[in-house]
T-cell receptor, first 114, second 113 residues
Framework: AQTVTQSQPEMSVQEAETVTLSCTYD???????LFWYKQPPSRQMILVIR????KQQNATENRFSVNFQKAAKSFSLKISDSQLGDAAMYFC???????????WGAGTKLIIKP | EADIYQTPRYLVIGTGKKITLECSQT?????MYWYQQDPGMELHLIHY???????EKGDLSSESTVSRIRTEHFPLTLESARPSHTSQYLC????????????FGNGTRLTVT
């Protein structure tokens, strides 16, 4: 069975600095998709960024980018120029190409220091 | 602004009561999900649906039931609430392809006294 591991329960970063959140996963499949979601306190969970496994190029969305290492089964999220509004729980998730369900990591709480 | 709506936002109810948590989406998504999440913790899938008249149980054992009579509506019912049901319940929907992200509602925070 597939698993997703986020080894950092909590991370903190100074405003305007860069932070990287780690995510590793375990799968024997070759066709899958990876996602990072953000859940601000008492607010709606939203998609931050996503990556298709067959694409070698790392996905980028403005200040958010991923480092996708397929052989190492690693999918880390880099947040550049951290802002106070980035403070949230961040969840890494895996979806098989043949199944519609998501496998979720335990989450990383990101604290932004002003 | 949410395209998926959950009501109520907060609910405090006594043990043994029957409750229904509402979830509606306006995006025409066939796939819908209910997750249970304790504050700051991971999500646990309790029910999902791939379309009208399709419902399946997720990984988390739950005394809840769901129905999917209309594409846009996916209510969750607890026949007899217990303190162990105290949690946040998140509804989500997505399009068919595996690359499509989940769209989440704002959640219902349930407290059973």
């Amino acid at each position: 069975a597939q698993t997703v591991t986020q080894s950092q329960p909590e991370m903190s970063v100074q405003e305007a600095e860069t932070v990287t959140l780690s995510c590793t996963y375990d799968t024997s499949e070759s066709d899958y998709y990876l996602f990072w979601y953000k859940q601000p306190p008492s607010r709606q969970m939203i998609l931050v960024i996503r990556q298709e496994a067959y694409k070698q190029q790392n996905a980028t969305e403005n200040r958010f980018s991923v480092n996708f290492q397929k052989a190492a089964k690693s999918f880390s999220l880099k947040i550049s120029d951290s802002q106070l509004g980035d403070a949230a729980m961040y969840f890494c998730a895996y979806r098989s190409g043949e199944d519609y369900q998501l496998i979720w990591g335990a989450g990383t709480k990101l604290i932004i220091k002003p | 602004e949410a395209d998926i709506y959950q009501t109520p936002r907060y609910l405090v109810i006594g043990t043994g009561k029957k409750i229904t948590l509402e979830c509606s989406q306006t995006m025409g998504h066939d796939k819908m999900y209910w997750y249970q999440q304790d504050p700051g913790m991971e999500l646990h899938l309790i029910h999902y649906s791939y379309g009208v008249n399709s419902t399946e149980k997720g990984d988390l054992s739950s005394e809840s039931t769901v129905s999917r009579i209309r594409t846009e509506h996916f209510p969750l019912t607890l026949e007899s609430a217990r303190p162990s049901h105290t949690s946040q319940y998140l509804c989500a929907s997505s399009d068919w392809d595996s690359y499509s992200p989940l769209h989440f509602g704002n959640g219902t925070r349930l407290t059973v006294t």
